[in-house]
């Protein structure tokens, strides 16, 4: 069984438009997060959620809504979606919060034309 | 908050060389000091992590060795192999900010066969 899971895989759409990508960790994990990496590697935290309860929103426009609708699944809506947004998307869970390796899902790779 | 920063950013070795990454962090009351590696193309996955109440682990070719004074912490791999390829990140968590888990900016090792 996958541990962590994210859908869609692939995501290709226009600037403006508006799209989600969910996520859902089978760990029995307090801890989920959404991070972007960009062209360069750089791995950035957006959010992290404990017990569906948001604990960390770095400088993340606000086009950009987590939610969590159990402690199970994170979904990350992109609103107005620009140039700059084209990244792949990584979930994550981990035990709980800063303590313990974090197991991530296999990405979203996200293309605004 | 924390700060890592991760050096070198690329790293290219002879397949048999040893190569060494270094991480320092900013957040003296970090605890918890994982390592990724990143193939091309997939998900960022645990390789070795260590805790400050430790100062050196080893699995098999890898170790990480943690210098809690200086703050820092570097990932050594003996022996390299060109599936040993691949970008590999350092992390600091449990400090403060909500115990958020701060990436470095990766570094891109390339083992020469």
């Known amino acids: 069984d996958t541990a962590v899971s994210q859908t869609p895989k692939y995501l290709v759409t226009q600037m403006g438009n508006d799209k989600s990508i969910k996520c859902e960790q089978n760990l029995g994990h307090d801890t989920m997060y959404w991070y972007k990496q960009d062209s360069k590697k750089f791995l950035k935290i957006m959010f992290s959620?404990?017990?569906?309860?948001?604990?960390i929103n770095e400088t993340v426009p606000n086009r950009f809504s987590p939610k969590s609708p159990d402690k199970a699944h994170l979904n990350l809506h992109i609103n107005s979606l620009e140039l700059g947004d084209s990244a792949v998307y990584f979930c994550?869970?981990?035990?709980?919060?800063?303590?313990?390796?974090?197991?991530f899902g296999p990405g979203t790779r996200l293309t605004v034309t | 908050g924390e700060n890592v920063e991760q050096h070198p950013s690329t790293l290219s070795v002879q397949e048999g060389d040893s190569a060494v990454i270094k991480c320092t962090y900013s957040d003296s009351a970090s605890n918890y000091f994982p390592w990724y590696k990143q193939e091309l193309g997939k998900r960022p996955q645990l390789i070795i992590d260590i805790r400050s109440n430790v100062g050196e682990k080893k699995d098999q070719r890898i170790a990480v060795t943690l210098n809690k004074t200086a703050k820092h912490f570097s990932l050594h791999i003996t022996e390299t192999q060109p599936e040993d390829s691949a970008v590999y990140f350092c992390?600091?968590?449990?400090?403060?900010?909500?115990?958020?888990?701060?990436f470095g900016d990766g570094t891109t090792l390339t083992v020469k066969p």
């Open positions: 959620y404990n017990n569906k309860e948001l604990i």
């Open positions: 994550a869970s981990s035990q709980r919060q800063g303590a313990g390796e974090q197991y």
């Open positions: 992390a600091a968590s449990g400090g403060g900010g909500a115990g958020k888990s701060t």
